[in-house]
């Protein structure tokens, strides 16, 4: 696609419940980021793809976040027994190539998934 | 480890004028690069500008340029011609190699801009 996709664009999930996030990246880009933005904050590094392995997933707050991308694609993030502090926006960025630092590998963000828990 | 610190958390500008966000950044990295986002109210992220560590010319796109001075380990977003739709949350960020093995993207806590008419 011509963006980075996300949906849902808001979700309400009761404290307990678990929730999936959708992320469609831009078609050909081989690396993909989750990011986590709580309120009034810059972006926090959850986990990255290279295509459909997970390289990096040191950021994941707890045990009860989960991702995968597992076609080298979309990709989902899952969080189980959401908490009131899992409440943020949860962002998704692709780039087109992987490990290099330049003008030509910029992250595009998607517009976010706006998660508030009850 | 990386770390991005900007330390002003709101600016005012008055619109046709020129301002100054500050960035400065820490890493052991000798190749690194630094980016300058927008996330205006809608919360999307919107690139603006790129600068590399080896890069000897300061970047420019348009009204924004990069005030890059690498021993000082600052990177400053220079907006000349402030424009209304200018107001919006501005992040710094810089991406390297994180010992984790991925080169991931760390930003700073932002600065919120508002342009005066």
């Known amino acids: 696609g011509a963006g980075v996709s996300q949906s849902p664009r808001y979700k309400v999930a009761k404290r307990g419940q678990d929730v999936a996030l959708r992320c469609d990246p831009i078609s050909g880009h081989v690396s993909l980021f989750w990011y986590q933005q709580a309120l009034g904050q810059g972006p926090e590094f959850l986990t990255y793809?290279?295509?459909?392995?997970?390289?990096?997933k040191s950021g994941l707050p707890s045990d009860r976040f989960f991702a995968e991308r597992p076609e080298g694609s979309v990709s989902t993030l899952k969080i189980q027994r959401t908490q009131q502090e899992d409440s943020a926006v949860y962002l998704c960025?692709?780039?087109?190539?992987?490990?290099?630092?330049?003008?030509?590998?910029?992250?595009?963000f998607g517009a976010g998934s706006r998660l508030t828990v009850l | 480890a990386q770390k991005i610190t900007q330390t002003q958390p709101g600016m005012f500008v008055q619109e046709k004028e020129a301002v100054t966000l500050d960035c400065t950044y820490d890493?052991?990295?000798?190749?690194?690069?630094l980016f300058w986002y927008k996330q205006p109210s809608s919360g999307e992220m919107i690139f603006l500008i790129y600068?590399?560590?080896?890069?000897?010319q300061n970047a420019t796109e348009g009204r924004y340029s990069l005030n890059f001075q690498k021993a000082r380990k600052s990177a400053n977003l220079v907006i000349s011609a402030s424009q209304l739709g200018d107001s919006a949350m501005y992040f710094c960020?810089?991406?390297?190699?994180?010992?984790?093995?991925?080169?991931?993207?760390?930003f700073g806590k932002g600065t919120k801009l508002s342009v005066i008419p």
């Open positions: 600068q590399g560590s080896y890069d000897q």
């Open positions: 960020a810089m991406k390297g190699y994180s010992g984790a093995g991925s080169y991931q993207l760390t």
């Open positions: 793809f290279q295509n459909e392995a997970q390289l990096d």
């Open positions: 960025a692709s780039s087109p190539l992987d490990r290099v630092v330049s003008g030509a590998n910029v992250l595009t």
């Open positions: 890493t052991s990295d000798p190749s690194y690069g």
